[in-house]
Antibody
Framework: QVTLRESGPALVKPTQTLALTCTFS??????????VSWIRQPPGKALEWLAR???????YYSTYLKTRLTISKDTSKNQVVLTMTNMDPVDTATYFC????????????WGQGTLVTVSP | DIQMTQSPSSLSASVADRVTITCRAS??????LNWYQQRPGKAPKLLIF???TLQSGVPSRFSGSGSGTDFSLTISSLQPEDSATYYC?????????FGQGTKLEVK
């Protein structure tokens, strides 16, 4: 059974750096063709893809957020970490991680998500 | 970035009705189009991938069609548990993009 779980702070202040961890089981990021993506969803709004890290450590980022995002993996711990710098209240959202086979690009399954609020 | 436009933004229908949600891409995707269902307070769930392939465990009343730039999701006989927001997503190229969502209410 494949599962993913997001963890990190529920509240951050403006200008701070956010670090979120995705801990997964049931698959390995050392498997050829496998990747993990981060997606976020502001309250009441649509989904927005943020970043992807592949089994071979290739990385891809949102066009609009790439200067603020860093994604990394720790294969031995089955974890993927996303950092986002210079947080702003508009970054308030639920952040999801999801498994993603690279060759088809769909997200399945997703973690339950973690709500991050940016407020002074 | 590829823009994804869904319509309608919301709709209301009755149990046993047939509904169709459409998704249009700003450039051709071949069949790299996926559909998700999101119930309130929950993570999205993959329904259909590759434009028309039903994910394992998804009821057969869900179906997808289309290729190129125009796609659709059809629910053939609505059930109360189908009340949710539905999103399309292109996986043709990074950065991946989603439609704005279609909120479906089953009366």
């Amino acid at each position: 059974q494949v599962t993913l779980r997001e963890s990190g702070p529920a509240l951050v202040k403006p200008t701070q750096t956010l670090a979120l961890t995705c801990t997964f089981s049931g698959f390995s990021l050392s498997t050829t063709g496998m990747s993990v993506s981060w997606i976020r969803q502001p309250p009441g709004k649509a989904l927005e893809w943020l970043a992807r890290v592949d089994w071979n450590d290739d990385k891809y980022y949102s066009t609009y957020l790439k200067t603020r995002l860093t994604i990394s993996k720790d294969t031995s711990k089955n974890q993927v970490v996303l950092t986002m710098t210079n947080m702003d209240p508009v970054d308030t959202a639920t952040y999801f991680c999801a498994r993603q086979p690279v060759n088809v690009g769909w997200f399945d399954p997703w973690g339950q998500g973690t709500l991050v609020t940016v407020s002074p | 970035d590829i823009q994804m436009t869904q319509s309608p933004s919301s709709l209301s229908a009755s149990v046993a009705d047939r509904v169709t949600i459409t998704c249009r891409a700003s450039q051709r995707l071949s069949n790299y189009l996926n559909w998700y269902q999101q119930r309130p307070g929950k993570a999205p769930k993959l329904l259909i991938f590759g434009a028309s392939t039903l994910q394992s465990g998804v009821p057969s009343r869900f179906s997808g069609s289309g290729s190129g730039t125009d796609f659709s999701l059809t629910i053939s006989s609505l059930q109360p548990e189908d009340s949710a927001t539905y999103y399309c997503q292109q996986s043709y190229t990074t950065p991946y993009t989603f439609g704005q969502g279609t909120k479906l209410e089953v009366k």
